[in-house]
Each structure stands twice: as C-alpha cells, then as structure tokens.
C-alpha cells in the first residue's frame, strides 16, 4: 500500500482544530490522537490547538492561520503534521505547499496506518487495503502518485495512458476485486450465523469503545490466551471462543473497537466483521471505568444504532478495581475487572439472567422405578450434578423451556 508512516523514529505533531462542532470535545479528540501516534509506534512531538470560526474550503483553517502556525513550527526539523481531522485531498495539498511541503496527514490516514498494522488474517487485511483504497483513490494526483510497483507494469498500461490514468485503473479493478473476495467471505459468516441458531448456539457479542478490555474479558470468561495489548485498535480481526454458564454453551465474539468521529466509511469497511455484534443474541458494551465511560458509551450507542442494531444489551463498567464508588455508573451496569477476575460471576448471573425465558434452571427427582423414562427425555437437558440416593436421583439441570413439559413429573418443587 502508499507509506504514511516510518514507524521508528518519525514524529508527529498534532494541529488541533476548536470549532463549534467538537468544542465540548476538543481535549477528548487530542488526547486521542496521542494515544494513536503511540499505537502507530510513532512519537508524539506536540500540539497546536487552532481556533476556526468557519472552515476554509481551500485549506480548512485559512491561509492567515496557516502563516502562523508555519512561524509556529520553524526549528522542527523532520515532523509529520497530523491535522485531528478529516481533510479533503486539496486541503491536505494546500495545508503541505503552505508549512513548506511539510509531510501531512489527518486523523483517517492514521487509523488506516494502525488498521493495516494489526490486521492478521486474510479477511482483516482484505478490508484494510479496501478502506486504503477507498480513501487514496481521490487523493491521486498525478505526480509522485505512481502504484505500478502495486502490480503494474508491462501489459498494464493502454496507448497514450498517463500514469494518473493507470493508477485510477488499478485502483478500481482492486477495489471489485476486494468487494467481491469480501462478499464471498460475508456469505460464509451469513451461513455460519444461520447453522449456529438452527444449532440454538447463543452468541454474545463484546462492544465498544477501543482500548476498553474487550479482549481481555474475553480470555477471563473462555479460558483464552488471545492477544492483548494497551493501545487502539490492538483487535483488528474478529476472535470467536466458546464458553458455559449453567452448563448452556455461548459463543462469545469480540469485535473492532470504536473510536470517537471514526469515519463513517472506515465502519462500512469493517461491517462485516461487525455484523457478529448485529445479529448477536445479547452485546456486552465493555465501558472503561477509569475513563470518558459516558462519552464512549455514547459514541458505541450512536455506532451501533448507525448500523441498525436492535439486540438486547448489557453494559460492562471495566477497570473498575480502583473505583471507591459505582453510583455514578449507568443504571444497571455490571462492575467488574476483567484483569484480576472482579465481578465475573455477577457478570455471569447477569448474562443467563437474559437468556431465563429460554431456560428453566431447576432440580429434578427421579426414582429409580421412573429411571427409564427418565432416560427417553435426558438428551432435551444439561445435567450440571448428579446425586444418587436410596429413593433415586436428584439432578440439578438446566432444560430448554420448550422441553420443560417432559420433565414436569420429575422437577422439585
């Protein structure tokens, strides 16, 4: 793909834009892109926050502001300049030629580093390179643009075809290449979420805003050993893993975090991945307890409601092991700390909590003289202890509600 980032040794300083649009959140989005230049193991240089009354179509913050900030940054030598932002190609030309062609780039450009950082399988890169693509190919300009080493050369290009030509042409042959690969990958999900609830398989679905804990919730409640790491976007592909509570099987998936203003075509890029969150039987929307928990509740909310969500769902107030209080967290959240084990069970119990109507947890008797016809029905339930007596057996199980029926003679009062 085109290089946005020398991950060793570059630097990166910041240019914050105020407007009235993020003026309640300004701080939020800085303290953002610090820990994205981190996560795309890049060094933070500084920041210049930029008051804009009306955004300058040629150069987003006026050409004015932009002799300043030039002033601003003389004497830093060997510094990318990250405009927190989204820039139109001829903003982030113009914003370059005004800072002496300074390297420039905006916040989408950053995640899209990260993203193709963290993407380890087939499907995870294919929808990087997608989104890449979707996000460079305006951005062509001819000169200096050149994507023959992407797979062009002799048989590619057409008679009296300019380079810029040649390069839209690969572009949108890749990109029908990508969709296509993309909806095959998309059919398959379709056919394994329909075999898993013709298979009654319950799926829940982790949530929510980037660097909360998903992942290691997930390995505190399967027994998993997945990949954890403290920065954005460490969990790029989708990780399915098994668990039971009251010995029903779930299937637990965790999904790409959010970020706040991720670009709404960086969501489409990654809707596939994200349908498990869509079609899941209950969304646990893991929270940071320590952080900003009610704006990034918020921001999964307006994400998920974006992409027609409509399941049940739980929220998960993590890191909450140093909290002195919860009751200031949303109204019936579940504190815990997936680090070092707190609230789990609560967690559990709260979880089948929402799966009651399909299950009846319960203790059976059944005297021996009854034992074969006991025996005809015992595949309908989960048998989670056995007890043998002089009478009979005394069975704590959990049975489909749908099956209840035949075992009414046997369940304990």
Avoid: W
Avoid at 172 to 186: A, C, I
Avoid at 231 to 257: H, M, Q, Y
Wanted: net charge neutral.
């Amino acid at each position: 793909m085109y290089d946005t980032i020398q991950k060793e040794l570059e630097k990166i300083y910041i240019i914050q834009p105020i407007t009235k649009e993020n003026a309640q959140k300004y701080r939020v989005l800085q303290a953002e892109a610090v820990s994205l230049i981190e996560s795309a193991g890049a060094l933070y240089a500084g920041t210049i926050y930029q008051n804009i009354h009306e955004i300058n179509p040629a150069t987003f913050i006026g050409t004015g502001k932009l002799t300043e900030l030039k002033e601003r940054l003389d004497g830093l030598d060997n510094v990318t300049i990250l405009f927190n932002g989204e820039l139109s190609p001829s903003q982030t030309l113009n914003i370059s030629a005004a800072l002496d062609d300074r390297k420039v780039i905006d916040r989408t450009t950053l995640i899209l580093d990260i993203f193709a950082k963290n993407a380890k399988t087939s499907e995870g890169k294919l929808q990087v390179e997608l989104a890449q693509l979707k996000y460079l190919y305006p951005r062509l300009k001819g000169k200096g643009a050149a994507l023959s080493r992407l797979g062009g050369g002799v048989g590619t290009r057409g008679p009296g075809e300019t380079q810029l030509e040649t390069d839209r042409r690969y572009i949108r042959g890749r990109l029908h290449y990508l969709e296509t690969r993309l909806k095959e990958t998309e059919k398959r999900r379709f056919q394994l979420t329909t075999r898993r609830k013709k298979d009654e398989v319950k799926t829940i679905a982790l949530v929510g805003y980037t660097n909360t804990g998903k992942s290691t919730l997930l390995n505190a409640l399967t027994g998993a050993e997945t990949y954890v790491k403290n920065e954005l976007f460490a969990t790029l592909d989708p990780t399915s893993r098994s668990f039971s509570i009251n010995g029903v099987d779930f299937l637990l998936v965790d999904t790409v975090g959010f970020l706040q203003d991720l670009p709404h075509h960086l969501i489409e890029a990654f809707k596939s991945t994200l349908e498990s969150a869509i079609h899941c039987d209950l969304a646990l929307i893991v929270c940071d307890a320590m952080g900003e928990y009610d704006m990034q509740l918020q921001t999964t909310l307006q994400t998920l409601d974006d992409m027609q969500f409509s399941a049940p769902y739980l929220v998960v107030m993590n890191k909450s092991e140093n909290c002195k209080t919860t009751e200031a967290f949303p109204f019936g959240s579940v504190a815990i700390s997936a680090k070092n084990g707190l609230g789990l069970e609560q967690l559990q119990r709260e979880i089948f909590q929402h799966f009651t109507n399909e299950y009846l947890v319960c203790e059976l008797f059944v005297p021996y003289t009854h034992i074969n016809d006991y025996s005809q029905v015992k595949e309908y339930l989960i048998e989670r202890k056995t007890e043998y007596t002089d009478d009979g057996i005394i069975v704590s199980a959990t049975i489909p509600m749908r099956y209840v029926d035949s075992f009414q003679k046997f369940i304990k009062k």
